[in-house]
């Protein structure tokens, strides 16, 4: 009979160094079954009632369904942390995004750019443009996707700049890393894993085999920094 997969719902945040280690995962003689998606996405499909053995969110997520009693919340670990950036087709000019006054012409002078709905990245540009002063403009040539990679609208080209997690932008083909979104006005955010309650007994060695492999030199790589 062949053994059920231990079932993972994962935030795209951490898409490209988690798929990169699916191989090794199977050869170690896990069967992980991951569904991708925006935080908010997961967190909102949780509430409505759907379950598996493994949930990978922010921080926040992860706390806020433990105190609802859905996730252990003896078993979260604090898996890697994330910073916003911006991205641009490859072959495509630099801006200068050195600054918080830098990085809010750059936006100006944009003709096109992309950013998410759902995802922490998209929640937190959404208020960063605000602060900055500048939500109607941007948001007047800016393409708001629902779910998934903002740089894939750049690598096409349909839009000049791509916003969102730079790990979620280095996990598309196509595009260049500008840089992160100045230190002074950025975020960190924090991705955790933990067990859902009641979860199949596998999935705990399964999250502790997750948080040894995703090395600092791996986590950098994709973008991401250790916790």
Request: with cysteine.
């Amino acid at each position: 009979m062949n053994t059920p997969p231990i079932r993972v719902l994962s935030t795209l945040g951490v898409l490209g160094v988690v798929r990169d280690l699916l191989p090794a995962a199977e050869a170690a003689g896990y069967r992980p079954e991951i569904r991708f998606d925006p935080t908010a996405r997961l967190v909102a499909a949780i509430e409505a009632g759907e379950r598996a053995d493994i949930a990978i969110l922010t921080a926040e997520g992860i706390a806020a369904q433990a105190a609802a009693g859905v996730l252990d919340g003896a078993s979260r670990v604090d898996l890697c942390r994330s910073s916003v950036g911006v991205a641009v087709r490859a072959g495509s000019r630099h801006p200068d995004i050195s600054t918080p006054e830098a990085f809010r012409a750059a936006l100006l002078a944009a003709p096109t750019l992309a950013y998410s709905r759902a995802g922490a990245s998209g929640i937190f540009f959404a208020g960063l443009i605000e602060r900055l002063g500048i939500a109607a403009e941007v948001n007047a040539k800016a393409t708001v996707i629902p779910q998934g990679f903002t740089a894939e609208l750049s690598a096409r080209g349909e839009v000049v700049l791509a916003i969102q997690q730079v790990s979620e932008l280095m996990a598309v083909e196509g595009v260049e890393i500008v840089g992160p979104v100045p230190e002074a006005i950025n975020t960190r955010a924090v991705f955790a894993g933990a067990l859902f309650a009641g979860a199949d007994p596998r999935a705990a060695a399964l999250l502790e085999w997750l948080a040894a492999a995703l090395t600092p030199d791996l986590l950098r790589a994709g973008g991401l920094e250790p916790a």
